[in-house]
Nanobody
Framework: QVQLVESGGGLVQAGGSLKLSCAASGSTFSPYHSGWFRQAPGKEREFVAAINRMSTDSGYADAVKGRFTISRENAKNMMYLEMNNLKPEDTAVYYC????????????????WGQGALVTVSS
């Protein structure tokens, strides 16, 4: 019922910054929590960050703590992932997602997914 579209991916050098956006369509975005996952070549899709629907709590994978920030604007049906001090190992396709479980780190419990945005970090 919720359609998600990511934007903002691209190429960046190590140490640089990039901000991903995810636009949700429909009126069912606000009741759901938000999350970001990523999938590197040859690897499983992994949890990156999550935020609850009221933006009162958030969680991050250890690999991105202190560097990435997840946020959302319910009035605009938007969610974001601010990525700072990017590293080559951050290279992956990034997916935004929404679901009913707050701060869930398991991808199987998320209900809706975006198409993915490629982030490439060069050395």
């Amino acid at each position: 019922q919720v359609q998600l579209v990511e934007s903002g991916g691209g190429l960046v050098q190590a140490g640089g910054s990039l901000k991903l956006s995810c636009a949700a369509s429909g009126s069912t975005f606000s009741p759901y929590h938000s999350g970001w996952f990523r999938q590197a070549p040859g690897k499983e899709r992994e949890f990156v960050a999550a935020i609850n629907r009221m933006s009162t709590d958030s969680g991050y994978a250890d690999a991105v703590k202190g560097r990435f920030t997840i946020s959302r604007e319910n009035a605009k049906n938007m969610m974001y992932l601010e990525m700072n001090n990017l590293k080559p190992e951050d290279t992956a396709v990034y997916y935004c997602a929404t679901g009913a479980a707050a701060l869930c780190r398991s991808r199987v419990l998320w209900d809706y997914w975006g198409q993915g945005a490629l982030v490439t970090v060069s050395s």
